[in-house]
């Protein structure tokens, strides 16, 4: 037996036994003569002790060890005199008989401990010791439990985890492919699944009512804002069900994820926001609702006062941002500077200063009474002390940039606090996007989304107009201003599914070779059904309370989507190459 307990386990109950831990060498130092070393497993750290005048062969073996070399040793539980209160074996430790090498260790390239002296890269490069800290291992314990959570809730709901294939073809969530060539099928490729959609749909065909798979998903795309080329759904789908029938379903989902894993009790219903309200007071379709700031539309009380940059713009809208009027002109022309910066895009910022006491200034006094300024700044709810800051330019576009701002402002105020948790369904997106660039419409989810039944005659429509206003039965589940998920009722008629294809300027030909099968399967009883799925990584950093997902997964890849720790991707031999009929184009 290699040990009888681990290094998270003795307690001052245990004194007086004789016991065997095996683990990890986090530290061993001496004083006065006597040898502690900081032993640890995944489960803590236990203090041995060995003492001055034990065996000289075990003071020596103690003394030659170096960090994270793996022993085994065997000793009795005492109780500490100087107990340490932070940790939960502080109050014993283990005078040792024996020490047994079991492996040594070259000396690492960072300390391992609950903080690390490594940077990025190098952690990266040494997954497997970074693995080591316990952050990271409370992270993949949190992953594991909330996966088993998901498991036991839709287990007792009667669904059944059903795997579908990672060689497919390319499917429609409008990402880039990674592809896999066919060695025995020369000049043809696989895809990897963006997600398994259109496998989940045709189970449903198949009769599996209830189908939930915790599912590895490929995606292409640059790696900006925390995202992985693989990354794990929960993806769940469901016939004879209507919208309602889906959030329910998964609003229990969450909750018992909230209340098992952190014993947080979230909001009872969850509270639900049409995508129209979401763009037009939050500027965002994945709104924070964990504090107000809320976008008001300010555009008729503006126009008309001889103020050329309002008057020529569609719309204008105003925050309101409690407590800043106390920000200086130098603090304010920076905030103008930072949404004037690409990634926000807005042309300026207008402010206009509620003072305390009771005065009101503004960069625009030229053009508007102090009347003037009073009512746009009750329209947007100010008070005293609060800074009102105003945009100007297209609708959607200048909505976008308030969101942006007031995320800002939010998080500078302290309104963003992660221990806090704001649930939100955003319902009734609009079916399709159109695309200036391309002219053409694009799903705004995938084109296996049903338009809502009250809408058919406009989707049957040509015109634009008609067409821009349907809305679909789609519901995204938003926590703390990020998308957890999302999904919808799908199409479940093969005209229907044609016609859909037809809207999206996809020829019937494109649409026979790309998704023929699934028109098919409709044309045999398919089931009314829906579904949606949920990022998984991304649930378990936000249960976590930390930012990146990176955390969450045991090998994450880099942004420029490398693992450093196995150096991939990498090159292949040019034999493999001919054997999958493939050359490159890169020069050497
Ligand atoms: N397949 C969709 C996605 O990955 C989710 C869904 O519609 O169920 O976003």
């Not at 074996?89 to 401990?113: Q, Y």
């Not at 497997?128 to 993949?140: G, K, M, N, T, V």
């Not at 259109?198 to 900006?224: P, S």
Request: with cysteine.
């Amino acid at each position: 037996m290699y040990r009888t307990h681990t290094c998270g386990e003795l307690r001052i109950v245990n004194a007086g036994q004789t016991v065997t831990l095996a683990g990890w060498v986090q530290r061993a130092r001496k004083l006065g003569g006597m040898t502690f070393i900081d032993l640890r497993d995944r489960y803590g750290i236990t203090q041995i002790v060995v003492e001055a005048d034990a065996d000289p062969a075990l003071v020596e073996t103690a003394s030659s060890l170096g960090r994270e070399f793996v022993i085994q040793v065997t000793g009795t539980v005492v109780e500490r005199e100087s107990k340490n209160a932070k940790m939960p074996t502080g109050e014993i430790e283990i005078r040792i008989s024996s020490i047994n090498i079991l492996n040594k260790s070259v000396t690492p390239p960072f300390t391992i401990e609950e903080n690390s002296d490594g940077g990025e890269d190098i952690r990266a490069k040494y997954r497997y010791l970074d693995l080591r800290r316990p952050p990271l291992q409370r992270a993949l314990a949190l992953r594991h439990r909330l996966a088993q959570e998901v498991r036991n809730y839709l287990d007792s709901k009667g669904f059944l985890e059903i795997e579908t294939p990672y060689l497919i073809k390319s499917t429609p969530e409008g990402a880039r492919d990674f592809v896999v060539p066919s060695r025995m099928n020369p000049g043809e490729f696989y895809a990897l699944p963006q997600s398994p959609q259109t496998f989940k749909q045709l189970l449903m065909v198949a009769g599996y009512d209830r189908y939930v798979q915790i599912v590895r998903c490929f995606r292409d795309e640059d790696l900006r804002a925390d995202r992985q080329p693989e990354f794990t759904q929960i993806d769940c789908e469901m016939s004879f069900v209507e919208q309602e029938d889906v959030l329910e379903m998964f609003e229990g989902m969450m909750r018992s994820m909230f209340k098992n894993a952190l014993g947080v009790d979230i909001p009872n219903p969850i509270p639900r926001m049409s995508w129209y309200d979401a763009m037009d007071k939050y500027g965002s379709d994945k709104p924070d609702i964990r504090f107000g700031m809320e976008i008001h539309e300010v555009t008729s009380l503006v126009k008309g006062h001889g103020f050329g940059v309002f008057d020529a713009e569609e719309y204008v809208g105003a925050i309101s941002a409690p407590g800043l009027a106390a920000y200086t002109r130098k603090q304010v022309d920076e905030l103008t500077e930072w949404v004037k910066r690409p990634q926000v895009g807005a042309k300026g910022l207008v402010y206009i200063r509620v003072n305390e006491d009771g005065s009101i200034k503004s960069s625009v006094d030229k053009f508007y009474s102090r009347e003037d300024l009073e009512a746009i700044a009750s329209a947007v709810e100010a008070k005293k002390g609060d800074l009102v800051l105003l945009m100007c330019g297209p609708k959607r576009k200048t909505q976008t940039r308030l969101g942006v701002l007031r995320i800002e402002l939010g998080g500078r105020l302290g309104f963003r606090d992660p221990k806090v948790f704001a649930p939100l369904w955003v319902v009734d997106f609009p079916l399709l996007e159109w695309s200036e660039e391309d002219g053409r419409f694009y799903a705004m989810h995938h084109p296996f989304t049903a338009p809502k039944p009250e809408h058919l005659d406009w989707f049957m429509s040509n015109a634009k107009e008609d067409l821009e206003r349907v809305c679909a039965n789609a519901y995204d589940f938003v926590l703390n201003g990020t998308e957890l998920g999302g999904g919808s009722i799908r199409i479940h008629n093969a005209d229907m599914q044609k016609r859909m294809f037809e809207v999206l300027g996809i020829g019937p030909e494109e649409a026979d070779y790309k998704f023929g099968f699934i028109i098919n399967a409709f044309q045999y009883g398919a089931p009314p059904h829906g579904g949606l799925a949920f990022g998984f990584d991304r649930i378990c950093a936000l249960f976590g309370g930390q930012e990146t997902i990176r955390d969450y997964i045991a090998f994450p890849k880099n942004n420029q989507g490398r693992d450093v720790m196995i150096d991939s991707p990498s090159k292949i031999d040019a034999v493999q190459m001919e054997e999958l009929c493939i050359a490159s184009t890169v020069k050497e």
